[in-house]
């Protein structure tokens, strides 16, 4: 039983360039979450999708970042341009109902550095 | 501004004995908690949860209490065994508006030695 698929697992980026983190949900689950980990932060959620319909976008800290659920089983965070604040572990996690009592299962990241 | 708060950042202890990790929130409209474990290099993964209705909930080796005149909660891991260090995130819900926004503890390390 495949988890969610996160990748890539390290992305090394400089300044100014365009980042794509890509999400594959376990199948079966309508509820999509963008995570973002930070030491000072924590956990903090950018954007969830139900039926890959964005529904909470508010936690997206700019215009640079954008997010995407073109169907049930893919999504893409994007940063453009990127800047080393930037640099984090972003978590993709789904669950299968729409409900806040449904337990999230969260991919295993991909730890973002912005030179 | 932390509204869910774990005061301690690491704990030890030793294996078979009691580990109590503690969680504590400011915001009253919260009713629903969960805890999640995370492994060095994976996501987080769920552990228990428990509603503002009940004052405890159990699960094998792993119980939640909750008190709410307090705004505090703890997980009790009893025996602890050594495969149980991670770092163990509180989180809450039910502060109106976005029902699947969970507002998240910066996480307790725990070691549990042999």
């Known amino acids: 039983d495949a988890g969610v698929i996160q990748s890539p697992r390290h992305e090394v980026t400089e300044m100014g360039q365009e980042v794509t983190l890509r999400c594959k949900p376990i199948?079966?689950?309508?509820?999509l979450f963008w995570y973002r980990q930070t030491m000072m932060r924590g956990l903090e959620l950018l954007i969830y999708?139900?039926?890959?319909?964005?529904?909470?976008d508010s936690g997206m800290p700019e215009d640079r970042f954008s997010a995407k659920m073109p169907n049930a089983s893919f999504s893409t965070l994007k940063i453009q341009p990127s800047e080393p604040r930037d640099s984090a572990v972003y978590f993709c996690a789904s669950s299968g109902l729409h409900s806040r009592n449904s337990p999230l299962h969260f991919g295993n990241g991909t730890r973002l550095t912005v030179t | 501004d932390q509204q869910v708060k774990q005061n301690s950042p690491s704990l030890s202890v030793q294996e078979g004995r009691i580990s109590i990790l503690n969680c504590d929130y400011t915001n009253s409209m919260f009713d629903y908690f969960l805890w999640y474990k995370k492994y060095p290099a994976e996501g987080p993964t769920f552990l228990i949860s428990i509603s503002s209705i009940k004052d405890k909930n159990e699960d094998g080796r792993f119980t939640v209490f909750l008190n709410k005149s307090a705004k505090h909660l703890s997980l009790h891991i009893v025996p602890s065994q050594p495969g149980d260090s991670a770092v163990y995130f509180c989180?809450?819900?039910?502060?109106?508006?976005?029902?699947?926004?969970?507002?998240w503890g910066l996480g307790t390390s725990l070691a549990v030695n042999p």
């Open positions: 999708f139900n039926n890959n319909v964005p529904i909470d």
């Open positions: 989180a809450a819900s039910g502060d109106g508006g976005n029902n699947r926004k969970l507002i």
């Open positions: 199948s079966g689950h309508n509820s």
